[in-house]
């Protein structure tokens, strides 16, 4: 159904969560960035929390997050300890100020910490924020899931869970260290259903070793008949002088380009004719829910969590890592551990890097963010309209995109070269095959 320009795709680009990206996040801003970000918010400003458990159960060979192993409880607990006072200290620097839309848990995976831990994070969050108006969402490992763990997660207002399922062909379990039987996935999908949890993403891969299509195939069928209300459908991307932990995955296995656009491509194909709404290029969502609403109304976003209906222009980031996002700058959390604890227990806020975004960031990532988004943007503006025009111009020659005046639009069949569409618009991009990953 698409069309395999391999040239277009030669590139690797970033997956423009954020602009500009994490790639371009120096040392300078610190503890005194995020007092004056938090004392510049509006009272009535939509506002959006992300918490980061930085421990998993099991560790999988693909995985790029920042986690550890959950092997010792004393590291936990000093963890969750360092956590809740930066919660605190961040609700007295809000003071009140801001309307607080969503919480959403990440990791790792937060199901690592036990229940009551999870419930003593949520009351601390709330006494420090109040009641999120979007209610919960939260990321789950289905290994080590329990039926306890669905209840406290509908007892504590989760809308939405999302589920690492990435594959359910045994041989591609096992070659990146993540076996889980399907049965596994349907019984934790049920518990989760059973408490009124409204909407259930599976989280699924292409491009893995030793993944045919007629793997992906299977594996897609199964998510279907399993209804889950969203999919999302990444392609792996496969850094292991980044990511050490890869270095266990057999690279000569891996899809060549041409198979990758293929699965890339079946994917699309089998979801829409299955009634999923393609949500930007790997995500797709169930008519009903509120992301598929979201884009029909044109009011998708796009943050560090992906495609969301999240309306908040401010994500604040809590926990080792995170990553604070504001209209005039992005600010990250010290990444180890250990010293972030050091810094929240001398009383600082934990911040170790980021970057300010100057007018020009804040306009080429509006156009960057509206095309990922909704397939189309208002160029008006650019300092550099020609050398941008250069850029795009062979993906208007292949029928990709056309310009009507200042306003960029692509074409249904632009959807596997959207974000290397978008990289035209990134100033700070260099060619590079070792910082970034597939186009497609």
Not at 93 to 115: D, V, Y
Not at 209 to 221: C, I, Y
Not at 281 to 288: G, S, V, W
Not at 317 to 339: H, T, V, Y
Request: one cysteine or more; glycine letters at 10%.
């Amino acid at each position: 159904m698409w069309t395999h320009h391999p040239d277009l795709l030669a590139t690797p680009v970033p997956r423009y969560t954020s602009y500009p990206t994490a790639a371009e996040f120096h040392d300078g801003p610190d503890t005194a960035a995020l007092e004056g970000a938090l004392a510049a918010i509006g009272p009535d400003a939509p506002v959006s929390l992300y918490v980061h458990i930085p421990f998993c159960r099991e560790i999988c060979w693909y995985c790029g997050c920042n986690t550890g192993a959950a092997n010792r409880d004393r590291r936990l607990t000093a963890y969750l300890e360092a956590l809740t006072a930066e919660i605190a200290m961040v609700g007295d620097g809000l003071a009140g100020r801001g309307r607080l839309q969503r919480i959403s848990f990440g990791g790792g995976s937060p199901n690592a910490i036990a229940p009551t831990d999870f419930i003593a994070l949520a009351e601390a969050l709330r006494v420090a924020f109040g009641a999120p108006k979007d209610g919960l969402s939260v990321e789950i490992d289905p290994r080590g899931f329990s039926h306890e763990w669905a209840g406290v997660l509908g007892a504590m207002g989760a809308e939405r869970v999302s589920l690492g399922v990435q594959t359910f062909a045994e041989p591609v379990q096992r070659a990146i260290g993540r076996v889980q039987p399907a049965g596994l996935i349907e019984r934790t999908t049920r518990w989760l259903r059973d408490a009124g949890i409204g909407s259930i993403n599976f989280d699924l891969m292409y491009g893995l070793p030793h993944q045919g299509l007629a793997d992906l195939a299977e594996t897609l069928e199964m998510a279907v008949a399993m209804q889950a209300e969203r999919i999302a459908l990444f392609g792996y991307a496969h850094v292991p002088h980044l990511i050490p932990r890869q270095r266990r995955i057999d690279g000569a296995a891996l899809p060549d380009g041409t198979l990758r656009f293929a699965q890339a491509g079946l994917g699309h194909r089998m979801l829409a004719e299955s009634g999923y709404a393609p949500i930007g290029f790997d995500h797709f969502a169930l008519p009903a829910d509120p992301i598929a609403r979201a884009a029909r109304a044109g009011t998708l976003r796009r943050n560090f969590q992906g495609f969301t209906d999240d309306p908040s222009d401010v994500v604040i980031g809590l926990g080792a890592s995170s990553i604070s996002m504001f209209p005039d700058r992005i600010l990250q959390n010290e990444k180890n551990a250990g010293r972030y604890r050091m810094m929240v227990s001398a009383g600082r806020l934990p911040v170790s890097r980021g970057l300010f975004r100057t007018a020009e960031d804040r306009l080429r990532g509006r156009i960057i963010e509206a095309l990922l988004c909704t397939g189309a943007a208002d160029t008006a503006g650019l300092s550099d309209r020609g050398e941008t025009e250069a850029r795009i111009a062979p993906f208007v020659a292949r029928g990709l995109a056309e310009w009507t005046g200042a306003t960029l639009r692509l074409s249904a069949d632009a959807a596997p070269y959207a974000r290397a569409i978008a990289a035209a618009f990134d100033t700070y991009r260099q060619p590079d095959a070792r910082r970034f990953s597939n186009a497609i």
